[in-house]
């Protein structure tokens, strides 16, 4: 990681929290963050969190979180996501969905990108709901832009299907429990 993280501070937006200047390089990611984020949090939709660099303010990265799961549907047939059931639910009672959290977006400012601060936003994530377990949650999952699936595959990250392979989003998923080794 080539940021001082000791210079990097988070805070959740609210309600009238609005971010001044922030730019990615995508364009939907930059107009989320610079305006809808304190309308998706007011509608209970998503919670977003802007890492600062404490010295300058500046806004270096944000991510959204809202509740999840995987689901039956989200499997091309029965038998795929019994395959996925028994993998990760070796005995126990066979349920519809199983909790996540989504990572809705995630994005490091062009003036940051490289420094390692996509790694460790998803490493505070991974952390908060590995420690913290408050309401159940077994997985983290994301729906990552084609050009961003490497990075999650890199983080311990995998394909919940094979049916939306060379789409432009693929569904991922990272497995809580795997940690527990």
Known sequence: MD?????????????????????CGDEDLNHFILNDAPLYYQARL???????????????GYFSLAHDRISLTDFPSNSSYNRFRKQYFAQGKMFRSYPAIKICRLATSLNHQGEGIGTLIVNMI???????????????????????IPFYLNRGFF??????????????FFDLKQLEA
């Open 159 to 172: 394909p919940l299907s094979k049916e939306d392979a060379g789409a432009d989003t693929r569904l991922l």
């Open 126 to 148: 991974i952390s908060s709901y590995q420690q913290d377990n408050r309401a159940g949650c077994r997985f983290i999952t994301v729906d990552a832009y084609a050009n961003a």
């Open 46 to 60: 998503s919670t977003s969190y802007v890492l600062e660099d404490t010295e300058t303010s500046e806004v270096i």
């Open 3 to 23: 940021f001082n993280t000791d210079k990097i501070s988070y805070r959740r937006l609210g309600i009238g929290d609005y971010v001044k200047t922030f730019d």
